[in-house]
């Protein structure tokens, strides 16, 4: 069954820079932090220089913001301390010896990175191997490493001169079918991601295909899409005033209602986990717009969703602790409390968690959130 469309009000921010510039955006992202690193270490050191001249202090919200974007992105890729590696054991205990929060990013680009090269050593039928020696990864590493493959995976295949059609079928054949239970959804919304990023004029088209298909996946194909969204419009450039491009182009983008509900969680899910460490940019989001969000209740379960995959990870580390003892502005409280701090208490409910209870515990924190 083929969703029902909608019509969509047309973003008055991100129109300002059109679909050509936030394609060169989105390639120049993957250009300069794509994994392997292919920049000298002298210019991945300014590169690192200027991360940590952004925020601080005196720089407000939005530097702040940018700085843990740019972050995510440096141990996604340059700053990825498993490459140069050769034992893979040596590769994930240098991973996780980043502790929690930039582990998650570096698990990410080393399953990129790994999909790139079995994508160069056989284009025909790459073999996706998995090394044992990342069984040793918290629970949610082996779904944040297959979401690094499949979005490598998915970057490449689009790069071909297939149609999107034969991209998606292929996509499903080497990432999808061939994907350990649970991990189908982890995969597609590799696929949302590459195509929000680097080619977001095909987005409707590849709902169509996908519906047409793996029609029970397009609701993580959108919420990959929410996630590329905040990385390819951070507020500090993007936004100006109360405007906030990224969530006029999640109402946008998606052609109907269960895109948008899906792209509205994946941004929050993208907030909230490269911002864990700061909530008062979560809180200056909501206290801008909070009043705009569509779908309440979709935007509390996108950050439950992170929030459950940092339980996960390291359980309550010092991160987690301060995010909900976080106090906001009176004036913000009630939403606070509505939108974040409940939701956030019902993620925390999981015991301790497995890599195959994580995923389903997961989905059930997507599905289950109640305000």
């Known amino acids: 069954m083929i ?17 050509t510039a936030q394609q060169t955006m989105g390639r120049t992202v993957f250009r300069l932090f794509k994994p392997p690193p292919r920049n000298s270490t002298r210019v991945a050191r300014l590169v690192l220089a200027a991360i940590q001249q952004i925020g601080g202090r005196s720089g407000g919200v939005a530097a702040q913001e940018l700085r843990n974007n740019l972050e995510a992105l440096w141990y996604f890729g340059p700053g990825n301390p ?12 240098s991973i996780i010896a980043l502790g929690p929060h930039n582990a998650v990013w570096a698990t990410e680009g080393l399953g990129f990175a790994e999909g790139e090269a079995a994508w160069k050593r056989n284009p025909a039928a790459p073999e996706l191997r998995v090394d044992p020696a990342e069984e040793a990864l918290p629970a949610p590493g082996k779904a944040v490493r297959h979401l690094g493959v499949s979005l490598a995976i998915a970057r490449l295949l689009l790069q071909t001169s297939a149609s999107l059609g034969a991209v998606v079928e292929r996509f499903l054949d080497l990432c999808v079918r061939n994907a350990p239970e649970g991990y189908a959804g982890v995969a597609v919304e590799g696929l949302g991601f590459a195509v929000r990023m680097v080619y977001p004029q095909r987005l409707l088209d590849a709902d169509l295909e ?15 899409v929410g996630r590329g969204i905040y990385f390819a419009f951070p507020r500090a450039w993007y936004s100006r005033g109360p405007g906030s491009a990224a969530l006029e182009t999640a109402m946008r983008d998606p052609p109907h209602e269960a895109g948008r509900r899906n792209a509205l969680a994946g941004l929050s899910f993208a907030i909230t986990l490269v911002n864990l460490g700061h909530p008062e940019i979560l809180a200056d989001f909501l206290r801008h717009h ?28 010092a991160d987690l602790a301060a995010f909900r003892g976080y106090q906001p502005d009176p004036g913000l409280g009630a939403l606070w409390t ?31 959130v109640s305000l």
């Open 210 to 224: 996908l519906q047409e298909t793996a029609g029970d996946l397009v609701s993580y194909f959108w919420h990959g």
């Open 290 to 317: 909070g009043s705009e969000l569509h779908d309440p209740t979709a935007f509390s379960s996108g950050m439950a969703e992170a929030i459950l995959m940092r339980h996960a990870w390291a359980n309550c580390d």
């Open 3 to 19: 969703l029902a469309r909608v019509p969509r009000n047309r973003g008055r921010l991100a129109d300002e820079w059109g679909t």
């Open 82 to 93: 498993a490459f140069g590696r050769q034992a893979p054991a040596q590769r994930i205990r």
């Open 338 to 368: 509505r939108l974040i701090q409940n939701p956030c208490e019902q993620a925390l409910q999981y015991p301790d968690l497995n890599s195959g209870q994580f995923i389903a515990a997961l989905k059930q924190v997507r599905e289950g």
